[in-house]
C-alpha cells in the first residue's frame, strides 16, 4: 500500500511536499498527550495550498486510506495521533495571515497560523483576537479551532467558537472526497441554513479538513488590567473564592487557580522571580478601565479574604504579575520536564468547584497519585496534572485509573469530560458516560453523512 499511495500522491503533487521517511512520520505522528496509542502512518504530506489538500485528500479516498489532518501537535487528548495506514496532512506550512479588515473586525487566516502570531499581527492594526490557550505561543489556529479552544481571558472573552465567523473545509460525504467549501458568514450577524461551520469547530479533524478561517476581532484593550493575588492553604478554600466570585457578579478577565507544584516547577525552569507562602495561589485580572475597574479589583480581593485567603493583594508590581500569569501558561511543558504526565480537562458548574477540588484530593489519595492543579478556574475548567516516574508502570495504571474516576465525578457534578483539549483517544469513554443516548446516534448520523466512509480522523471521538 506504502508504494500505491506514494505513486498516486506524486502524480498530483510536488515531490517536496510527500515524506514517508520513518523518522519524519514519527516525529509528525503524535500530539503530546500522554499514554495515548499511536498507529504507524503509510505517508505525510506537508501541504502549501488548500489545492494540494484538495488532491492529497481525493487520492486517499480512492485508495480507501485514513486522513489525519494536524497543526504544531500540541494536543493533550491524542485527537492528532496517527492511525495504522493513515495519511498524515501536516497544514503547519500553511501559516498565511490572508486578510487583516479593521474596518469590519474581522481577519481571515490559514490554519497553519500560530496563535500568538496572529495576535502580533492583528496587534498593529489596533486589534485584539482573545482566545488565549497556554500553548498560544506555539499552537495554530486550525488546532484550535478543530478544539475549540479556550484559554486565560475565556471567562470573560469567550473561546474559539465564538470568533469563527466562517471557514473554508475539504469535505467528503454528498459533495465528494476532495471537495473545498465555504461554511458560515462574512457579516457579524447571519442565520442562513444551518450552522455547519459551527459544527466543524470542535469537531477534531472527524467531519473535514479546515484549510481557511474567517475570524472575529475586537478593538485591542485600553489601559492597564489590575492583578488580584490570593495565597490559599488548601483548594478547597480556593474554589470556595471562586464560587463566591461568581455569586458577586464579578466578570474578571482572567481567574486562574495554580497550585505550589506548577509554579515552582515553572519558576525553576525558567528562572521566574516569584515565590509561594502557600499552598494554591489565584490569580485574577479585572481589565474594566477607570473607578470601576478599581472597585471591581477591590471586590475580588474582598470575595478571597472572605473566603479564606491567608492574604489577598492588589499586585503594585507590573514584572511580579506577568510573572505569575507566566507560571501560570508554563506549568504543563515545566512539569512534562520532570516525567510523564496525565493531563485532565474536566469543566464543571463554578457553583461545583469547590467539591469537584475536594473529590480531586479524595482521588489523589485513593489512587495514591501525585496530582498538581492548574485551572481556568473562573469558568470551572480545572486541569489536575497526575504525575508518574518514567517507566513505572504500576503509577501509570493508577493515574489512568484516577482519570476515569475524575471524569466519572465532573459527570456527576453535572459538568463536561473535556472543556478545550477536545475527546480524541483518551475520553471517548467519557465521552459515552456523559452524553445523552439519543445525542451519540444524532452525532454518529452526523458523522455518517459527512463522512460517510469514516476517512477523516477515525477512530477520534465517537
Not at 503530546?32 to 486517499?60: C, I, K, L, M, N
Not at 469547530?201 to 488580584?228: C, M, Y
Not at 458516560?433 to 469514516?454: C, M, N, T
Request: proline share 5%; with cysteine.
Amino acid at each position: 500500500m506504502t508504494s500505491v499511495l506514494l505513486t498516486a500522491l506524486d502524480r498530483v503533487l510536488p515531490a517536496d511536499r510527500i515524506t514517508s521517511d520513518p523518522d519524519v512520520l514519527r516525529a509528525l505522528s503524535s500530539d503530546e498527550a500522554e499514554w495515548a496509542p499511536v498507529g504507524a502512518a503509510t505517508a505525510a504530506v506537508r501541504a502549501r495550498a488548500e489545492s494540494e489538500v484538495q488532491a492529497a485528500v481525493r487520492v486517499a479516498a480512492e485508495l480507501g486510506t485514513p486522513i489525519v489532518a494536524r497543526g504544531a501537535g500540541t494536543g493533550l487528548s491524542g485527537g492528532a495521533n496517527a492511525v495504522d495506514g493513515c495519511l498524515l496532512l501536516d497544514l503547519s506550512r500553511m501559516n498565511a495571515v490572508v486578510q487583516i479588515n479593521p474596518d469590519d473586525l474581522t481577519c481571515v487566516v490559514q490554519p497553519g497560523v500560530v496563535n500568538n502570531d496572529l495576535k502580533a499581527a492583528v496587534a498593529e492594526h489596533g486589534l485584539w483576537y482573545p482566545p488565549d490557550p497556554a500553548s498560544a505561543p506555539w499552537s495554530t489556529i486550525g488546532g484550535n479551532t478543530a478544539t475549540n479552544a479556550g484559554g486565560l481571558c475565556c471567562l470573560k472573552y469567550g473561546v474559539t467558537r465564538d470568533y469563527v465567523l466562517g471557514l473554508r473545509a475539504v469535505v467528503g460525504g454528498p459533495a465528494g472526497y476532495g471537495t473545498a467549501v465555504w461554511l458560515g458568514r462574512r457579516t457579524a450577524k447571519g442565520v442562513a441554513g444551518y450552522d455547519i461551520a459551527g459544527l466543524m469547530v470542535g469537531s477534531e479533524g472527524t467531519l473535514g479538513v479546515i484549510t481557511e478561517i474567517t475570524l472575529r476581532l475586537r478593538p485591542a484593550p485600553v489601559g492597564v488590567p489590575r492583578t488580584i493575588v490570593g495565597a490559599f492553604t488548601t483548594l478547597v478554600d480556593a474554589g470556595r473564592a471562586v464560587a463566591l466570585v461568581t455569586r458577586l457578579g464579578l466578570t474578571p478577565s482572567a481567574l486562574e487557580l495554580l497550585d505550589r507544584t506548577c509554579l515552582n516547577a515553572a519558576r525553576d525552569w525558567k528562572n521566574l522571580d516569584v515565590e509561594a507562602d502557600a499552598a494554591v495561589l489565584l490569580l485574577a485580572r479585572v481589565d474594566t478601565p477607570g473607578d470601576s475597574g478599581e472597585a471591581e479589583a477591590a471586590a475580588v480581593a474582598d470575595a478571597f479574604e472572605r473566603s479564606g485567603a491567608l492574604w489577598a493583594a492588589l499586585s503594585t508590581d507590573d514584572v511580579e504579575a506577568e510573572a505569575l500569569f507566566e507560571a501560570r501558561r508554563l506549568a504543563y511543558p515545566a512539569l512534562e520536564r520532570l516525567g510523564p504526565v496525565l493531563t485532565e480537562d474536566i469543566c464543571v458548574p463554578r457553583s461545583k468547584v469547590p467539591d469537584m477540588l475536594a473529590a480531586i484530593e479524595r482521588i489523589a489519595a485513593e489512587h495514591r497519585v501525585q496530582i498538581a492543579t492548574i485551572a481556568h478556574a473562573g469558568d470551572g475548567n480545572l486541569h489536575p496534572l497526575m504525575l508518574s516516574e518514567p517507566g513505572d508502570d504500576a503509577a501509570r495504571i493508577r493515574a489512568q485509573q484516577a482519570f476515569e474516576q475524575m471524569l466519572d465525578a465532573a459527570i456527576g457534578f453535572g459538568g463536561t469530560v473535556t472543556a478545550e483539549h477536545g475527546v480524541g483517544l483518551l475520553k471517548r469513554g467519557g465521552l459515552r458516560r456523559e452524553l445523552d443516548p439519543g445525542s451519540l446516534l444524532l452525532q454518529q448520523a452526523i458523522k455518517d453523512a459527512l463522512d460517510p466512509r469514516h476517512l477523516f480522523n477515525p477512530g477520534k471521538v465517537l
